[in-house]
């Protein structure tokens, strides 16, 4: 997950219209009904890709709340770092790192209450 997250830091670095856009209030208010739809098309992409590098062991309804939080409040930090820094304030990108290694790792944890859903190979790679 934290490479995912890198991706998209260095894709706000490196094109600079993307950040704008992703975070443009007019733009993002004129969609706001098609907003959650795209979100989980979004999310179940991420969790079949995932599924088939054996990250997760399955993708179903709890997994998928769990992206949502863990997205939503990656989106929100990101663009917090972009507002701070125009290159990504490095302090921000740090913390922001540092969540998904906890969210990671509470999933990895719930799914010993729940059914496996987590591979244990994403531990490794959430670090």
Request: hydrophobic share 45%; proline share 4%.
């Amino acid at each position: 997950m934290v490479a995912v997250f890198d991706e998209f830091v260095g894709y706000f670095r490196t094109e600079p219209g993307f950040c704008r856009l992703w975070y443009n209030p007019a733009y993002f208010v004129s969609i706001k009904t098609r907003e959650r739809e795209a979100d989980l098309i979004v999310l179940r992409l991420l969790g079949r890709k995932l599924t088939k590098l054996g990250l997760l062991d399955t993708f179903d309804v709890e997994v998928e709340f769990d992206m949502i939080v863990l997205f939503s409040q990656l989106e929100a930090l990101l663009g917090l770092a972009f507002r701070v820094d125009p290159h990504g304030d490095p302090k921000t990108l740090d913390k922001t790192r540092e969540i998904i290694r906890m969210q990671t790792a509470l999933m990895v944890t719930a799914a010993g209450h729940r059914k496996p859903r987590v591979a244990s190979r994403a531990v490794a790679v959430a670090g």
